[in-house]
């Protein structure tokens, strides 16, 4: 099966823009979605088929996608935005077909 | 407004069985693809199992596969997943979630979720 391959811990100063990043084989036919999860908190989807907010999630977070890579991007980073964000993706060749990367731990400071 | 309610958690001797329901509100099941995705303590998210608006198909994780079953009850508009054969890798908190209309792997709707332990 396909894996997606995240960072573990990435770091951005309060107000800046970071990039998180998320690469595997399944974004190769696939988009990637994206999900922000808090301590105690289920996750939230805010980007889906690589730059779509749903409705609520600020347009600070957006979404890019090239080859086997996928990025999300927070222009202007908040203090509320640290969290653990998830990468996910149909893989259209593989068992299991959904797959989820092991996650980035964004840290604002 | 959209919720997800799930239930039947608890604690379960390796080997054993468990039932978990997830009642869903603010839309119809069948409209929807619906699943289960589950986070072991301290880890990531991992996808268990989908199955479609009617319910005439489903997809499981291979590691769970002949051991887990999902079900939907589109009159109580709830979903189900039967464990069976549980194992201490089996503990997690248990997510249900609705999938985004047209998909079965974007998904916008999530429950609190409900935590299964496995231990002797």
């Known amino acids: 099966s396909s894996e997606l391959t995240q960072d573990p811990d990435v770091s951005v100063a309060l107000g800046q823009t970071v990039k998180i990043t998320c690469q595997g084989d399944s974004l190769r036919d696939s988009y990637a979605g994206w999900y922000q999860q808090k301590p105690g908190q289920a996750p939230l989807l805010v980007i889906y088929a690589k730059n779509n907010r749903p409705s609520g999630i600020p347009d600070r977070f957006s979404g890019s996608q090239s080859g086997i890579t996928a990025s999300l991007t927070i222009t202007g980073a908040q203090a509320e935005d640290e969290a653990d964000y998830y990468c996910?993706?149909?893989?259209?060749?593989?068992?299991?077909?959904?797959?989820f990367g092991g996650g980035t731990k964004l840290t604002v400071l | 407004q959209v919720q997800l309610v799930e239930s039947g958690g608890g604690w379960v001797k390796p080997g054993g069985s468990l039932r978990l329901a997830c009642s869903a509100s603010g839309f119809s099941l069948t409209d929807h693809y619906m699943g289960w995705i589950r986070q072991a303590p301290g880890e990531g998210l991992q996808w268990m199992t989908y199955i479609s608006k009617r319910g005439d198909f489903s997809a499981y994780e291979p590691s769970v596969k002949g051991r887990f079953t999902v079900s939907r009850d589109h009159d109580r508009n709830s979903l189900f997943l039967e464990m069976s054969s549980l194992t201490v890798e089996d503990t997690a908190i248990y997510f249900c979630?609705?999938?985004?209309?047209?998909?079965?792997?974007?998904?916008?709707?999530w429950g609190q979720g409900t935590l299964v332990t496995v231990s002797s």
């Open positions: 996910n993706s149909r893989d259209t060749s593989g068992n299991p077909p959904v797959v």
């Open positions: 979630v609705k999938t985004r209309f047209g998909t079965f792997w974007d998904f916008e709707s």
